[in-house]
Each structure stands twice: as C-alpha cells, then as structure tokens.
C-alpha cells in the first residue's frame, strides 16, 4: 500500500510570490491534514480535510488555505509569501474517524519552503 | 483548549542508557495520546499510542503509560541505540475536536 505522497519536496520562492502543495493520502483515507513545522514553534496545525470539506482550522492567517478533492487528494496554498513561512510542510493522512481509538496519523515526508 | 507540554531537547545520551522524556498534557476531554518519532529527512511515523486510562502503549522497546490523575505520558526505554536517534513527539486527538495537537518535540541524540 503506498504512503502518503507530498510534492514537490523542495521548493523556493520569493516573497509575494505563492504556492501550491499537494498531497496524497493513503487509498482509502478520507482525511488530511496539514501541519507546519519550524524550529521554533514545532508542529502547527493548519487544517484538515475530511471528505472535501474543511472539519477544523488552526490559527493561521486567511493567506493559506487549502482543499480536498473527491479522490481526496489536498492541496494547500500560500499567497503572499512571506519569509516566515520557511518551513517544513507535513500532510498526514487518516480514515477520519473520531472516538474510536482510531485517530492514527500517517504523515509524508514533507515539503520544505524556503522563501528568499 | 487542548495541549501538549514536553520536555525540551536536546538530549543526549550513551548507547544502552536509560531514557525518559517527560510529556504533560492539558484537555477538555478524554483524548487518546501518542508518541510520534521522526528520523531525519522523513515525516512523523507512529512509535506507540494509548486511549485510556492506566493504558500502556509499547513499541520496540519504547513505553509510555497514560496517567489520568497526573495528566501524564512519559516516554521511557531501558536502554537506547544509536539508532534511536530522532526527534520525539507526544502527541494527543480528543474526539470533541478534529484535530491532532502535539508537543514541540524533543530531539534524542544516542552516542556509541
């Protein structure tokens, strides 16, 4: 069974610019969701997805937003980059059900932003 | 809201030393708690969960024990590898929110 599969891996822009992440979760998963990581602050919510709609969101500002297509592959986008929003990228995947012990996260490997 | 505190890295230790990583955890509700590992270059895999109280999750070595009382969830193991070497996170999912919070993990350096 394949992971979840983030691309591109690298990427760098500039400030104003924006950008577009994408994932895809594992077969059958109807989940995902997007964290950022940074030295600093370590892993930050963004958002999830569970079946196209948006279930929750972190306190990141209107400048990212994200969406979940019907074959439940996500896409995040940044507008208006700015320089502290160099970080690490990790989308995680899961069946989307609560409560039942079964809130497992399956994460892939991440895109790195750099933004010059 | 809910949240995570542990403790800050790094740590270094010795092949075959005793590990501990201290993990506290704030919730509304009755969460189910994780410990995530992350090796260099990857993204986060699962090490070990529990969903209940006095509930012990167990992996490779690794334990943690879910202590409701003192909100606790400490990650142990009686002696590590080099190959251990990773950054940690204590993680924690309540079923009134759709979320995953985590910790601000804690980077583990294993010398031989």
């Known amino acids: 069974k394949a992971g979840v599969t983030q691309t591109p891996r690298y990427l760098i822009k500039t400030r104003g610019q924006q950008v577009t992440l994408s994932c895809s979760p594992i077969?059958?998963?109807?989940?995902v969701s997007w964290y950022q990581q940074t030295p600093g602050q370590g892993l930050q919510f963004l958002f999830e997805?569970?079946?196209?709609?948006?279930?929750n969101k972190g306190n990141f500002p209107g400048r990212f937003s994200g969406r979940q297509f019907s074959n439940s592959r996500s896409e995040m986008n940044v507008s208006t980059l700015e320089l502290g929003d160099s970080a690490l990228y990790l989308c995680?995947?899961?069946?989307?059900?609560?409560?039942?012990?079964?809130?497992?996260?399956?994460f892939g490997s991440g895109t790195q932003l750099s933004v010059l | 809201g809910n949240s995570v505190t542990q403790m800050e890295g790094p740590v270094t230790l010795s092949e075959e030393a005793f590990l501990t990583i201290n993990c506290t955890y704030t919730?509304?509700?009755?969460?189910?708690l994780f410990w995530y590992v992350q090796y260099p270059g990857e993204g986060l895999q699962l090490l070990l969960k529990a969903t209940k109280a006095d509930d012990k999750g167990s992996n490779k070595g690794f334990e943690a024990t879910y202590r409701k009382e003192t909100t606790s969830f400490h990650l142990e193991k009686g002696s590590v590898q080099v190959s251990d070497s990773a950054v940690y996170f204590c993680a924690l999912s309540d079923y009134n929110n759709n979320d995953m919070r985590f910790g601000a993990g804690t980077r583990l350096t294993v010398k031989p």
């Open positions: 919730a509304t509700g009755y969460p189910s």
């Open positions: 997805y569970f079946s196209e709609t948006q279930r």
């Open positions: 077969s059958g998963h109807r989940s």
């Open positions: 995680a995947s899961s069946s989307g059900l609560r409560g039942g012990g079964d809130e497992k996260l399956f």
